[in-house]
C-alpha cells in the first residue's frame, strides 16, 4: 500500500529534511556487510546501513537484538568480524576507541565518581591537550548548555539521576564528536522526566547540528526523537524507515506488533474487490475489501491485515449504509485511559479479540458502551496495511 | 564485554603487565616445587647441602645420566614402613576433620545470631570476628599457654571456687590442640556462615509460617539447606589449612601429638633430613590437593551461579 | 528487623565472642602483671615494658619486621595488582588457568610447605639467606591476597567508565592511571594493609626463608615462648595486639566515615531534586 505523494504518512517529518531519499547524497556512517560473533553467538548479522550527517537515528529492538553491538562497533569497543564500518569515507578498522571522532553517552551515564562535573566535562578535552584557557571556556559553555552552571564543583553522587544524565550529555558533546552516540540514555529516568529529556535533546541535536544515533528498547522514545529508526531482531535490520512510515507502514508481522498495538487478521487474497483487493479472513470466516499494494499478491496468497485500533470505528447502532467491512461482536472488555478508551471486542462466530480504541472526544455519553454489548466494528479499506511476510 | 584484544592496545604493554607477576610466581612459587620433587628423591649426606646426588654440569653429559641415576624413592619407602609419618597424616586429618566439626557447631549459632541480630550493629559484629584475625597467630596461640598450663589460669580459677582438687592436665594435650585450632580459625568459619544466612530473604521463612510451618521446622527446611553453600565454604576454609598447622601443635600439643607440618619442620630443622622432608611436603600435598580442588570446584560453580 | 534479639541468640554472641576475646584480654591484662609469676597477680606495673626497652634483641628484631613489612607489603601491591588486572583485564591468553592457580595456590598452602620449597629454591641458585630472602618469601606469599582483594574489587567495577574514558580520548595505560587506580584505591590500600599484617605475622615461612642478621619479631617471641611465659612477652604482644587493633579500626572508621559522607550526599541531592 505505497502512498501517493499527496497522502504522506503522518509523523514528524522535517520536510525539508531527508537526505536519505536523496541517491547523490554521501552517507556519513556506513555498515558494510557487517557481521559480529560472540563464539557461536551471532550479535550481528550481515547489516548494511547508511546513516548521513545531521541526522537522529535510532536502532530500535528488544534487548539482545544487537543494536548495542551495532552502536560498540562504531565506537570502537568491538571489531566486526566481517564487513567494515566506515565514518566519512574512511575505514575505522584497526582504529581503537581513543582515536575515533565519535562520542558516546553510556547507559550508566559512566561519570567519573572521583572527579567534580568539571572534571568531567573537561576530561576528553584534556586528553586532545587543549590550552587550559579553552577547555575553561569550552566546559562553561557545556555546562550553560546542559544548565548546569552552579553544580560545576559537585561530586557526581552529590547529583540527582537527571543532573547526572545532563553531564554525562555535556561531556559526550563537549569535543564536538562528528557522531554522538546514546545508549539508552533515559533508561534511568522516571517517565515524566524522561518525555522532558526527550524533547531537549531534539532541541540540542538541532542547536548543535551534530549527527545522533540513539540505541534504545523504547519505541514511544524513538519515534519521538528519530528522523529514521531502524528496527532490528536477531541481529538483523527488519525496517529502516521514518517514525511515520514504521508506523503507518510496517513491512512485516514483527515490525507491526513490535511498535505499538495492533490487530492482525490471518487472510487469503480472494481476487480483485470493489477498493482493490478482496481477502477471505480466516477467522472469522469474513469478506474484506482493502486497497491493494504496488506489488499485488496472486489470488489465494496467505497474507496478513493489519490494522491499528484507532483506525477503526465502534458503535452499537449499525454503520451508516456506505460502510465497507463491518464485523459484528460483543464487548469483552473495556480499558479506560482518560484521553481515550480501548475495547476489546469478541467478533461474532470467533474467538478473534479486536483491539479498538476510541478517543473521549466528549466528557459525558448519554448510551455508553458497557460490557457485554453487541457491537459493530467497521474500518475503511485504506485503514490497515496488506503484510505478506 | 569489551574486546580484549581491542585495537591499539600496545601487546608490548600488556605482556608487561602479565609478565611481572607471571615470571615472579613462576620463580618464586612454581619452581620450587619441582626442586622440592627432586631432593626428596634424593639421599640425605652430612654436607651442605646436605643432600646428593647434586647435579654437576662441568661433568658434561655424564654429569646428567649420573646425576638421574641418584634419584630414587627410597624416601618415599622410609615414610610407608616408619609409623611415626602414618601416624602423623592420619592424626592431622583427624585432628582437622575433628575441629572442623567443633567451629561448626560453635559457629552456626554465632553466625545466625550475627545474621539475625538488628541492621545497624551487624558491621560492627562482623569487624568483631575479623579483629582477631588480623593479631598475630603466634600471639593467640600464645595466650592459651597461659590460661591452660598445669599452673594457669584456668586451673587456679577452677581449684580456687572448688570445681576440682587436682589441677587439669589440658596443656600438651590433644584437646589443647583442639581449643588452639577452633579459637584460631574461627573467624574463617562464621564469616561465609554469616554471609550465606545473612542474604537469607526473611520473607521465605515468614511464608513458611505462613503456611503452616513451626519456627523449629522452618530452620531445618529453610535455613539450614539455604546455608549449605556457607558451611561448605567455611569447613573447607578450616580445614585446608588445620591439616599442614605447625605452631599450633608445636605449642599447645606438646611431644604426644602428633600433626605432619610439625613432623616436616622437626625432620628439617632437628634431623636436617632435607629429603625426608621434601617427601613428606610432597605427600602432604598430594593429600591436601583432593580438598583444594573440591573447594575450587565448589567456589567456581557458585560464582557461576552468581552470573 | 523489628524484634530484639532472642536470648539463645544472645547467649550464642556472648559466648561466641567471649571465647574469641577473654584469652587476649587476658594476655593484655597479664602484661601489667608486677608478679614475676604468671598466674598471681601481683599488682599493676609497667615494669616489663620498661624492660622492653632495654632488650636489644628484641628492638632490633622489631625493626627488621617493621623494614620486612613495608618493603614487601610494597612490592606486594604492586605485584598483586599486576595481577590481579591480568585476570580480569587481559582476557584470555596462553597460561592463564596456570596463572590463577598460581595466584590461588598460595591462599590454601601450609606455611610449611611454602617456607620448605622456598629455602630449597634459594639453596639451589646459590643465594644467601638474609633480608632479601625473606623479603622475597614474604612477597610471594602476600602478594596473591593483595590480587584477591583487589581482583574482588575490579570485578563489581563498571567497565563502562574506563569505556568512558578511552572513548573521550585517553588511551588504555593513561586510563588505569587516571581512572581505574584512583577508584580501586580503597582496595589497594587495604591489599597492602593485609600484606604488612600477613608479613609481620608471619613465623613459619620467616623460620625457613630467613638468615643471621635477619631475625623477625614474631621468631624472637616464638624461641621464647617455647621456654614458657614471660611477662616480657606478654608486653610485646600486647603492643602488637594494640598496634594492630587500632589500625584496624582507625581504618574501618575512615572507611565508614567517607562511605556516610558519600550517602549524606546522595540523599540531600535526592532531596533537592
Redesign the interface.
Known sequence: MALKPAQKALGPIRRSFAPWLDPSAVPLIRFENVTKRFGDFVAVDDISLDIHQREFFALLGPSGCGKTTLMRMLAGFEEPTSGRVTLGGKDLAGMPPYRRPVNMMFQSYALFPHMSVEQNVAFGLKQDGLPKTEIAERVTEMLKLVKLESFASRKPHQLSGGQRQRVALARAVAKRPKVLLLDEPLGALDKKLREETQFELMDLQMELGLTFLIVTHDQEEAMTVADRIAVMNHGKLVQVATPGDIYEQPNSRYVADFIGDINILEAKVAGAGPAGLSLAVKDPAAPITVAAPEARPADGAEVAFAIRPEKMRIAIEPPPADAVNVLKGEVWDIAYFGDWTKFLVKLEGSDTIMRVSRANATRTESAPIAWDDKVHVWFAPDAGVLLTA | MADPKAPGANPLGRWAVIGTPYLWLLVFFLAPFFIVLKISLSDTTIAQPPYEPLLDLSLGWQGVVDWWSGLDFENYWLLTEDELYWFSYVSSLRIAAISTVLMLLIGYPMAYAMAKAPKGIRPALVMAVILPFWTSLLIRVYAWIGILSPEGLLNAFLLKIGLISEPLYIMNTETAVFIGIVYSYLPFMVLPLYASLEKLDHTLLEAASDLGSPPWKSFWQITVPLSLPGVVAGCFLVFIPAVGEFVIPDLLGGSETLMIGKTLYNEFFSNRDWPVSSAIAVLLLLVLVVPIALYQNVQSREVEAKK | ?TK???T???A??TL??A???L??V??VL?SFNDSQL??VWGGFSTRWYVSLLHNEQLLEAAWVTVRLGLLSATVATV??T??A??LT?????R?RT??SG?????L??????TG???L??F??IGLDRGFLTVT??H??FS?CFV?VVVQSRLVSF????????????????RTFFV?TL??ILPAVVSGWMLAF?LS??D??IS??TTGPGATTL?MR??SS??L??KPE??AV?SI??GL??I???AA?IAT?RAENE?LK??R???A??
Open positions: 528487623m530484639g534479639l532472642s539463645v541468640n544472645v550464642a554472641l561466641g565472642f571465647f574469641l576475646y584469652p587476649i587476658i594476655l597479664y604468671v598466674t605485584l598483586g599486576l595481577a588486572v591480568t583485564r587481559m582476557g584470555r591468553f597460561g596456570l596463572f598460581m595466584v590461588y595456590a598460595p590454601v598452602m601450609p606455611e610449611v610447605i620448605l620449597s622456598m630449597l629454591l639453596v639451589a622475597i618469601a612477597v610471594t602478594m590480587a563498571d567497565r563502562s567508565l574506563e569505556e568512558a574514558a578511552m572513548d573521550l580520548g585517553c588511551p588504555p595505560f581512572v584512583p577508584i599484617t609481620i605475622d613465623l613459619v623460620q625457613f614474631p617471641i616464638y615462648v617455647r614458657g611465659v612477652i606478654n604482644c602488637l595486639i594492630v587493633t589500625g584496624v579500626i574501618s565508614k558519600r550526599a546522595e540531600a541531592a535526592a533537592g531534586r
